[in-house]
């Protein structure tokens, strides 16, 4: 049965920053509806929202304490149905982040579980070790282990696998399941067209007293992704809630964060015959050139490059090996933007979204992306709220850098720069708000979107173009082929059997020249300088175009 989400052009919405409606400096629902209209005239048809439960925002939402209710500060529940009646009255579908891994440690379900070893709901959460001596090395994603100590004062230690104000769910529980899944369905029932499983794989964990091996030498704890990513029991447990929702809402769209995943899991997630999930959001995408990094300096926050050999690699193989469609984006509310990351200059961004989003699969354009912004410049560790930041910094400093050029250089890789406020028009914090930003830092000179609607020349009527282009049958149904012209180039075609495309991508500063399959070719969409005698092509910089060919 065709499905909605088979022609998905997916908008990401972080919605604490995308538009202010009462001055409070944190953007909501109600915001979010005003700009509708917006969202209309870039093309998209869906969009997704970053977590707008209640929450402690600890991890700006990903902790949450209601699954049930709306955050005070994003609107309220008749916001939240307001929005989607508005979504979809623009035909634009409705996904939201559904936390699944964890809740806040201010969930009910976690305060009771914390009173004493009895509370019904302690076996709602991961338990273990006893006299305060944790059960194993394990490291958190967040840093430090993953266990803290119980505050009921048994001696044991429950499990988080991100920050220690959010515990891990025990899904070895059948109520637990049966909780989440109810949690699903009743957003479903509000009428949402799907659901970002967040951290999905990470639901099972191995044995809990199996010590990931060290050399001996040091009580470091380690991230051990294996003893709780991908496991077998992840499966087993989604598939009956997968079942239950596709059978309640067989168009629901379920689109799972499998950061780690390979290609072969990414393969059985996503079969039909699975009954799990519809598409799957990959971290594996961009591999980054380990040779080009400052041996002098510490690793974690220096600029990287991408290996576009691994990439060209990487993006053929998931191309053809995932039977579902695959993701497709640049970035994310997890990383640096792509402005920032990788294209360094407008030419480049635009080509580098020609080669993504082109290809089989669908887009997720970060919001924002489409306007060209950047991180945000920090000018002091604290405003990252992160611990690492600081041990970075002071580590670059005593290797010799300026403290102002390691947070520059803090504020081009982390992601939290990457959640600024959207700019919308000249006027103060780019029409984001009439209060102070929740994120407040420097943002680049990007023209905001009132000045791109009137330049025809601008990326947002650049990104128009494209996902016009991309919403042609020939883009959304036609065969995937790389053309291999090496590494400095990426070309492929997408072909049915009434039309071909071909789009040609200048990887390099150098010109690319090479021949063209035989055909007549004419241009779409182009970005940067490129020349085209008979079916010879010059890309130039970092130039790209997209062909028709007859
Ligand atoms: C993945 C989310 O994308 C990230 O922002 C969050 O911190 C973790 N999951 C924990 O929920
Ligand atoms: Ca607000």
Known sequence: MASWYDRAIIYQIYPKSFQDSNGDGIGDLNGIRQRIPYLKDLGINAVWLNPVFVSPQVDNGYDVANYYAIDERMGTMADMEALIADMHAAGIHVIMDFVLNHTSDQHPWFQDAVKSKNSIYRDYYIFA??????????????????????????????????????????WANPEVRLAMGDVAEFWLGKGIDGLRLDAFIHIAKGDLYQNYPTAGDDNEPIVAEPFFANLPKVQEWLRPFAERIKADYPQAFLLGEAASASVNLAVDYTSAYAHLMDSVITFR?????????????????????????QFRETQVVWQQTLASLPTLYWSNHDM???????????????????LMYLQRGIPIIYYGEELGMQNLQFNSSSQFADPSVDAFVKKAITQGKAKADALKMVSATHKLPARGPMSWDDSAHGGFTT????????????????????????????????????????????????????????????????????????LTARDAVFTLPAGEYTALLSA??????????TLGAHASVVFQRY
């Not at 995408?285 to 050999?309: C, G, K, N, R, V």
Request: hydrophobic share 35%; no cysteine; aromatic share 12%.
């Open 285 to 309: 995408y961009f591999t980054t050139d380990e040779e080009a990094l400052d041996d002098t300096l510490p690793h974690q926050y220096q600029p990287t490059s991408i290996d576009w050999h």
């Open 129 to 170: 070790g006893k006299n305060g001596r944790k059960p194993n090395n394990w490291g958190s994603f967040f840093g430090g282990s993953v266990w803290a100590p119980d505050p009921s004062g048994s001696g044991q230690s429950y499990f988080h696998l991100f920050d220690k104000r959010m515990p891990d769910l025990n």
């Open 528 to 537: 940067g300088a490129y020349g085209q005698t008979g079916n010879e092509l």
């Open 336 to 354: 640096a933007r792509l402005a920032t990351r990788v294209a360094h200059s407008e030419t480049e961004a635009r080509s580098l979204a020609i």
């Open 435 to 506: 209060g102070t930003p929740w994120l407040n830092g420097a943002a680049s000179k990007t023209a905001p979107v009132s000045a791109q609607k009137q330049d025809k020349n601008s990326m947002l009527n650049f990104y128009k173009q494209l996902l016009a282009i991309k919403a042609e049958p020939v883009l959304q149904e036609g065969k995937f082929r790389l053309l291999d012209f090496g590494d400095s180039t990426y070309v492929y075609t997408r072909q049915t059997a009434l039309e071909t495309v071909l789009v040609a991508v200048n």
